[in-house]
């Protein structure tokens, strides 16, 4: 028996009379689930947000290296814009409270305006510092830092409860503000310094928690100061998970941290009173402590979406106190309205955002810590105020970094975006990078002097001496013209003899 050879399918469904072509007996027949597997797997939502996150910033600064400078104009930008608003917002809030103290209605904004032409120089300063140099002041910083703070536990001024000020020749300073900046520049230094041991928890833990850390919280402490202890926990977390210690470490000193928030709570009637009003109960003597959140909830909802105008606050005749200092959010929602904090609120994730693309930048421990621990500290700060104001945190005295009154706090915040934008610098092209300040640091400054010194000289020195030593100049040669001088137009110029030929 003879077997019959098969024909193709698409032979077999071909009309008949019609020959099958090679093209349809070759090409594979593409089902959806081809076409979805030579498609690839779907990106997740997540993996889309990332890919439109990651390409924004592509365009607007270029792949690898700052090659426009973006992120260390929108550090700049921002910074800049929070400082004015600040500014404008303190002269507002405080003008009432001090025409009613007979003082000038501009004394609280001329101070913030003289702290914050400081700051804004000193940025500028240690935007042109290389980092690096910072190490060797590390040490100086912390010890100054600490002492600062033991003085004024002895010869402080005490205002609201809080005994946090040192006042000289009537300027008074902050210690526990210029303490944040010192304490992350020192554990930056030594966990880059024990970068290989950190995976050992005792490595991690001494020298930057204990003693350095827990010495700064507790002598902030003893001031009564727990929001800015707060603050420096945060500034300690940040630090050593940026410098990639081990995350259980993390669950052991959240658990020591919520046991001491708590017996703090406890042993201070002030502090259980602010939770029982937060929470919507009286206090045991009847007093009201939630006041001052409760009439800044009044100023955010009377200032509808446009706000009630500049300057045209009814909270801040004295009922919101201390309306400039931590509760001026309140005072900006009232007179410029959802807009206007909507406008802080894009200002500080502006600023978060360019300082994060810096930290993930970083190669070096050193940088990364040090620009992370900032980070955390102003937008730590900032979303603690907020949430303050807001009433979803009780009554914590944290300013609002750029914008509450506060010299020191201005003077110090400053200073740390100095830092950050010093990083920023380095991470662009050398082409792009911003050179109208001076190159400070003492090589640097010394250089600049020496270079404008020599110019200087060379400029003194007459035209005459310089002209005298350059080389008289020489006449070119070139052949012989019509229009030379003893040769009539048109008669032809002879050959050279040769010497050489004999004549017969």
């Avoid at 024909?7 to 959806?32: C, I, L, W």
């Avoid at 997740?44 to 990332?50: E, I, L, Q």
């Avoid at 009780?394 to 934008?421: D, E, K, N, Q, W």
């Avoid at 990083?423 to 792009?432: D, G, K, S, T």
Wanted: hydrophobic letters at 50%; proline letters at 6%.
């Amino acid at each position: 028996m003879v077997s019959t050879p098969t024909r193709p399918a698409a032979a077999r469904t071909a009309a008949p009379g019609s020959k099958p072509s090679s093209n349809t007996a070759r090409t594979p027949v593409r089902t959806a689930s081809t076409r979805a597997a030579a498609a690839g797997p779907v990106p997740t939502p997540a993996a889309r947000v990332r890919g439109w996150y990651r390409g924004f910033w592509s365009a607007l600064e270029g792949t690898g290296k700052s090659r426009n400078g973006s992120t260390y104009y929108l550090i700049l930008g921002s910074t800049l814009a929070l400082t004015a608003i600040g500014i404008m917002m303190v002269l507002s809030a405080s003008s009432v409270e001090a025409i009613a103290a007979g003082e000038s209605p501009y004394s609280a904004a001329l101070k913030q305006g003289l702290f914050a032409a400081i700051g804004v120089f000193v940025m500028f300063v240690l935007s042109r510092v290389n980092v690096v140099w910072l190490k060797r002041i590390a040490w100086f910083a912390i010890l100054g830092a600490l002492v600062l703070l033991v003085l004024v536990l002895l010869v402080g001024r005490s205002a609201l409860g809080n005994q946090n000020w040192i006042e000289v020749g009537g300027i008074t300073f902050q210690p526990s503000e210029a303490a944040k900046l010192a304490l992350a520049l020192w554990m930056a230094t030594v966990l880059h310094a024990k970068a290989k041991l950190l995976h050992q928890a005792k490595h991690a833990l001494i020298p930057v928690v204990l003693p350095g850390a827990a010495a700064v919280i507790g002598l902030i402490l003893l001031g009564n100061d727990l929001g800015t202890a707060m603050i420096v926990m945060m500034i300690t977390a940040a630090a050593l998970y940026f410098a990639g210690v081990r995350l259980y470490l993390f669950g052991i000193a959240g658990v020591v941290l919520a046991v001491g928030t708590v017996v703090l709570a406890i042993t201070s009637p002030n502090r259980v009173c602010r939770i029982l009003s937060w929470t919507g109960q009286t206090c045991a003597d009847g007093s009201d402590v939630n006041y001052q959140s409760t009439n800044g909830l009044y100023a955010l909802a009377s200032g509808g979406w446009f706000g009630v105008g500049l300057g045209q606050s009814r909270q801040k005749y004295s009922w919101i106190p201390e309306a400039h200092n931590d509760f001026i959010f309140a005072i900006i929602g009232e007179e410029l309205g959802l807009i206007g904090t909507v406008v802080v609120l894009v200002l500080f994730a502006v600023l978060g955002t360019a300082i994060y693309r810096v930290v993930v930048a970083q190669q070096d421990l050193f940088h990364r810590v040090l620009a992370g621990a900032i980070m955390v500290w102003l937008l730590g700060q900032a979303t603690v105020n907020m949430a303050v104001v807001t009433g979803l945190l009780p009554v914590i005295g944290v300013p609002l970094p750029f914008i509450s009154y506060g010299g020191s706090a201005l003077l110090m915040s400053l200073c740390a975006i100095g830092v950050v934008l010093s990083l920023a610098r380095a991470q662009m092209e050398p082409n792009m990078q911003p050179k109208g300040m001076l190159k400070f640091g003492p090589a640097g400054f010394a250089k600049v002097l020496r270079k404008r010194a020599g110019a200087r000289s060379a400029a003194r020195r007459p035209a005459a001496a310089a002209s005298a030593k350059a080389p008289a100049a020489r006449p070119a040669a070139g052949p012989i013209t019509a229009s030379s001088p003893g040769r009539k137009p048109g008669t032809r110029t002879p050959a050279p003899k040769n010497p050489a030929r004999k004549r017969t």
